[in-house]
Protein backbone atom coordinates (compact mmCIF):
# COMPACT_ATOMS: atom_id res chain seq x y z
CA UNK A 1 0.00 0.00 0.00
CA UNK A 2 0.95 3.75 -0.74
CA UNK A 3 2.03 5.58 2.55
CA UNK A 4 4.00 8.39 3.13
CA UNK A 5 5.63 8.56 6.97
CA UNK A 6 6.76 11.41 9.04
CA UNK A 7 8.31 9.80 11.72
CA UNK A 8 8.76 12.90 14.07
CA UNK A 9 5.78 14.58 15.26
CA UNK A 10 7.07 17.69 16.64
CA UNK A 11 10.80 19.05 16.57
CA UNK A 12 12.46 21.98 18.30
CA UNK A 13 15.29 23.36 16.87
CA UNK A 14 17.60 26.76 18.16
CA UNK A 15 17.18 29.70 15.99
CA UNK A 16 20.83 29.54 13.33
CA UNK A 17 20.73 25.59 14.00
CA UNK A 18 20.89 23.16 11.31
CA UNK A 19 17.41 21.07 10.21
CA UNK A 20 16.72 18.25 8.80
CA UNK A 21 13.03 16.74 8.78
CA UNK A 22 12.31 12.86 7.78
CA UNK A 23 10.20 11.18 5.16
CA UNK A 24 9.84 7.91 4.19
CA UNK A 25 7.39 6.71 1.46
CA UNK A 26 6.55 3.63 0.48
CA UNK A 27 5.48 3.11 -3.34
CA UNK A 28 5.70 1.13 -6.06
CA UNK A 29 7.08 3.38 -8.86
CA UNK A 30 9.10 6.66 -9.00
CA UNK A 31 6.57 9.23 -7.20
CA UNK A 32 5.94 12.25 -7.67
CA UNK A 33 7.76 14.07 -4.67
CA UNK A 34 7.15 17.68 -2.57
CA UNK A 35 7.00 19.44 0.92
CA UNK A 36 4.37 21.73 1.50
CA UNK A 37 4.96 24.07 5.06
CA UNK A 38 1.92 25.36 6.73
CA UNK A 39 2.03 28.35 9.04
CA UNK A 40 -0.92 28.86 11.33
CA UNK A 41 -3.66 29.43 10.12
CA UNK A 42 -2.97 29.07 6.98
CA UNK A 43 -2.80 27.30 4.02
CA UNK A 44 -0.27 24.92 2.72
CA UNK A 45 2.70 26.69 0.11
CA UNK A 46 5.24 24.18 -1.70
CA UNK A 47 8.45 24.57 -0.46
CA UNK A 48 9.72 22.06 -3.63
CA UNK A 49 9.06 19.45 -5.50
CA UNK A 50 10.97 16.20 -7.19
CA UNK A 51 9.58 14.81 -9.98
CA UNK A 52 12.96 13.71 -11.52
CA UNK A 53 16.60 14.66 -12.61
CA UNK A 54 18.88 15.64 -10.16
CA UNK A 55 18.15 13.95 -6.47
CA UNK A 56 19.12 17.49 -4.86
CA UNK A 57 16.20 19.84 -5.16
CA UNK A 58 16.46 23.27 -4.30
CA UNK A 59 13.28 24.95 -3.16
CA UNK A 60 12.53 28.25 -1.33
CA UNK A 61 13.30 30.13 2.07
CA UNK A 62 16.42 28.78 1.64
CA UNK A 63 15.19 24.91 2.27
CA UNK A 64 16.69 21.72 0.28
CA UNK A 65 15.66 18.09 -0.26
CA UNK A 66 17.55 14.86 -1.16
CA UNK A 67 15.72 12.24 -3.10
CA UNK A 68 17.30 9.06 -1.79
CA UNK A 69 15.63 6.08 -3.95
CA UNK A 70 17.28 3.52 -2.11
CA UNK A 71 16.21 4.62 1.38
CA UNK A 72 12.46 5.53 -0.05
CA UNK A 73 13.26 9.06 1.61
CA UNK A 74 13.00 12.49 0.86
CA UNK A 75 14.30 14.68 3.45
CA UNK A 76 13.71 18.54 3.94
CA UNK A 77 17.41 20.44 5.44
CA UNK A 78 17.80 23.78 6.22
CA UNK A 79 21.34 24.92 7.03
CA UNK A 80 20.34 27.53 9.48
CA UNK A 81 16.92 28.12 10.22
CA UNK A 82 15.23 31.52 11.36
CA UNK A 83 12.57 31.79 13.92
CA UNK A 84 10.05 32.46 10.43
CA UNK A 85 10.53 28.79 10.22
CA UNK A 86 8.41 27.60 12.72
CA UNK A 87 5.40 25.74 11.18
CA UNK A 88 4.08 22.69 10.29
CA UNK A 89 5.60 20.88 7.48
CA UNK A 90 4.15 18.35 5.10
CA UNK A 91 6.12 15.62 3.22
CA UNK A 92 3.68 14.66 -0.23
CA UNK A 93 4.06 12.08 -2.41
CA UNK A 94 2.19 12.23 -5.68
CA UNK A 95 1.72 9.14 -7.93
CA UNK A 96 3.51 10.51 -11.41
CA UNK A 97 0.77 11.40 -13.96
CA UNK A 98 -2.16 10.78 -11.31
CA UNK A 99 -4.12 13.47 -9.06
CA UNK A 100 -4.01 11.37 -5.69
CA UNK A 101 -1.55 13.00 -3.10
CA UNK A 102 -1.30 10.99 0.03
CA UNK A 103 0.08 13.38 2.54
CA UNK A 104 1.70 12.87 5.30
CA UNK A 105 0.70 13.87 9.12
CA UNK A 106 2.91 16.49 9.29
CA UNK A 107 6.20 17.50 11.56
CA UNK A 108 5.57 20.73 13.55
CA UNK A 109 8.36 23.18 13.90
CA UNK A 110 9.49 24.97 17.19
CA UNK A 111 12.33 27.46 17.20
CA UNK A 112 13.66 28.41 20.30
CA UNK A 113 15.45 32.24 20.01
CA UNK B 1 0.99 37.09 -7.42
CA UNK B 2 -1.88 34.35 -8.56
CA UNK B 3 -2.97 32.79 -5.95
CA UNK B 4 -6.06 30.52 -4.81
CA UNK B 5 -9.11 32.40 -3.05
CA UNK B 6 -11.74 30.68 -0.23
CA UNK B 7 -14.62 32.23 1.67
CA UNK B 8 -15.54 32.36 4.11
CA UNK B 9 -12.51 32.08 5.86
CA UNK B 10 -14.58 31.21 9.41
CA UNK B 11 -17.70 30.07 9.52
CA UNK B 12 -19.54 29.01 12.68
CA UNK B 13 -23.15 27.65 12.18
CA UNK B 14 -25.40 24.95 14.02
CA UNK B 15 -26.08 21.92 13.81
CA UNK B 16 -28.60 21.51 10.92
CA UNK B 17 -27.43 24.45 8.65
CA UNK B 18 -26.39 24.19 5.06
CA UNK B 19 -22.76 25.66 4.47
CA UNK B 20 -21.39 26.53 1.66
CA UNK B 21 -17.76 27.26 0.70
CA UNK B 22 -16.34 28.53 -2.24
CA UNK B 23 -13.28 28.41 -4.00
CA UNK B 24 -12.03 30.59 -6.81
CA UNK B 25 -8.79 28.65 -8.55
CA UNK B 26 -6.08 30.54 -10.03
CA UNK B 27 -7.04 31.74 -13.73
CA UNK B 28 -5.83 29.13 -16.01
CA UNK B 29 -5.43 26.37 -13.88
CA UNK B 30 -8.33 23.00 -14.99
CA UNK B 31 -7.86 21.04 -11.94
CA UNK B 32 -9.25 21.98 -8.77
CA UNK B 33 -9.60 19.53 -5.25
CA UNK B 34 -11.07 19.88 -2.26
CA UNK B 35 -9.75 18.57 1.15
CA UNK B 36 -10.67 18.15 4.83
CA UNK B 37 -7.71 19.20 7.49
CA UNK B 38 -8.73 17.39 11.06
CA UNK B 39 -6.01 16.90 13.91
CA UNK B 40 -7.42 13.05 13.81
CA UNK B 41 -7.58 12.29 10.17
CA UNK B 42 -4.62 14.76 8.90
CA UNK B 43 -5.64 15.90 5.00
CA UNK B 44 -8.19 14.07 3.55
CA UNK B 45 -9.08 14.49 -0.40
CA UNK B 46 -12.49 15.07 -0.26
CA UNK B 47 -13.18 15.61 -4.54
CA UNK B 48 -11.12 16.47 -7.67
CA UNK B 49 -12.09 17.96 -10.43
CA UNK B 50 -11.06 17.87 -14.24
CA UNK B 51 -12.21 20.87 -17.22
CA UNK B 52 -15.17 21.45 -14.80
CA UNK B 53 -15.76 18.02 -14.52
CA UNK B 54 -15.96 16.02 -11.16
CA UNK B 55 -13.77 12.92 -11.73
CA UNK B 56 -13.68 11.53 -8.09
CA UNK B 57 -15.26 12.23 -5.15
CA UNK B 58 -15.45 9.00 -3.36
CA UNK B 59 -14.02 10.80 -0.16
CA UNK B 60 -16.97 12.48 0.24
CA UNK B 61 -20.08 11.83 2.43
CA UNK B 62 -22.44 11.37 -0.22
CA UNK B 63 -25.59 12.19 1.70
CA UNK B 64 -24.76 15.55 2.76
CA UNK B 65 -21.60 16.75 1.22
CA UNK B 66 -22.07 17.81 -2.55
CA UNK B 67 -19.03 19.51 -4.90
CA UNK B 68 -19.67 21.75 -8.10
CA UNK B 69 -18.06 23.74 -10.24
CA UNK B 70 -20.63 26.13 -12.24
CA UNK B 71 -17.56 28.09 -14.08
CA UNK B 72 -14.15 27.69 -14.38
CA UNK B 73 -13.61 30.38 -12.19
CA UNK B 74 -15.71 28.97 -8.89
CA UNK B 75 -15.65 25.85 -7.27
CA UNK B 76 -18.17 25.07 -4.50
CA UNK B 77 -18.44 22.47 -1.68
CA UNK B 78 -21.79 22.43 0.48
CA UNK B 79 -22.54 20.39 3.47
CA UNK B 80 -26.38 19.98 4.33
CA UNK B 81 -27.18 19.22 6.79
CA UNK B 82 -23.72 19.84 8.59
CA UNK B 83 -22.99 18.36 11.48
CA UNK B 84 -20.52 18.50 14.42
CA UNK B 85 -17.94 16.19 13.15
CA UNK B 86 -17.96 18.07 9.89
CA UNK B 87 -16.10 20.59 12.27
CA UNK B 88 -12.51 20.87 10.24
CA UNK B 89 -10.44 23.28 7.61
CA UNK B 90 -11.66 22.80 4.03
CA UNK B 91 -8.85 23.27 1.86
CA UNK B 92 -9.09 24.15 -2.15
CA UNK B 93 -6.21 23.51 -4.55
CA UNK B 94 -5.94 23.86 -7.95
CA UNK B 95 -3.33 22.86 -10.79
CA UNK B 96 -2.55 23.13 -14.01
CA UNK B 97 -3.24 19.81 -15.05
CA UNK B 98 -3.54 15.65 -13.51
CA UNK B 99 0.12 15.15 -11.78
CA UNK B 100 1.26 18.61 -12.19
CA UNK B 101 1.29 20.61 -8.36
CA UNK B 102 -1.06 21.97 -6.59
CA UNK B 103 -1.50 25.14 -5.15
CA UNK B 104 -3.88 25.39 -1.67
CA UNK B 105 -5.61 28.35 -0.87
CA UNK B 106 -6.08 29.88 2.53
CA UNK B 107 -8.86 27.18 3.80
CA UNK B 108 -12.14 27.69 5.38
CA UNK B 109 -12.09 27.19 9.09
CA UNK B 110 -15.43 25.63 9.99
CA UNK B 111 -16.89 24.90 13.15
CA UNK B 112 -20.39 23.53 13.77
CA UNK B 113 -22.27 23.65 17.19
Known amino acids: AQSVTQPDIHITVSEGASLELRCNYS??????LFWYVQSPGQGLQLLLK??????LVQGIKGFEAEFKRSQSSFNLRKPSVHWSDAAEYFCAVGPMGTYKYIFGTGTRLKVLA | DARVTQTPRDKVTEMGQEVTMRCQPI?????VFWYRQTMMQGLELLAY????????DSGMPKDRFSAEMPDATLATLKIQPSEPRDSAVYFC???????????FGPGTRLLVL
Open chain 1, 27 to 32: YGATPY
Open chain 1, 50 to 55: YFSGDT
Open chain 2, 93 to 103: ASGLDTGETQY
Open chain 2, 49 to 56: FRNRAPLD
Open chain 2, 27 to 31: LGHNT
